[in-house]
């Protein structure tokens, strides 16, 4: 198990926690309840993500970076299997579950 990712915050962690999930890679949250101690702790822990898989920790690094550099805009896009159109926040095709390019 090695240490991936520091969040900002719980919902970042688990979007990258769903995110790499979707390829099929595991991995675990530490810390993510710890902001509800703010002020009772000397130091606030933001979550980290771990892989639980040795193999999977390059990959996972890797869609990190791609996830956080992004540019999903405000601008729709076209799914590239069906054709749909898809409001910008979201990753996944509501019509054929394709994943967004």
Same mark, same amino acid.
């Given at each position: ?10 919902? *970042? ?11 099929? &890679? ?13 002020? *009772?702790?000397?130091? &606030?822990?933001?979550?980290?993500? +771990? ?10 690094? *890797? ?13 729709? +896009? ?6 749909? +159109? &898809? *409001? ?5 095709? +509501? ?7």
């Amino acid at each position: 198990m090695k240490p991936l990712y520091q969040a900002r915050d719980r919902i *970042e962690a688990q979007l990258l926690k769903d995110f790499l999930g979707g390829y099929h &890679i595991r991995v675990l949250v530490q810390g993510e309840y710890l902001s509800g101690a703010a002020g *009772e702790l000397p130091v &606030i822990q933001f979550p980290q993500l +771990w892989a639980l898989e040795d193999r999977d920790y390059d990959r996972a690094r *890797e869609l990190i970076g791609l996830f956080l550099e992004r540019d999903t805009g405000d601008d729709p +896009w076209q799914c590239q299997k069906c054709g749909e +159109w &898809i *409001e910008p926040q979201f990753q996944i095709c +509501w019509n054929c579950a394709t994943k967004r390019v």
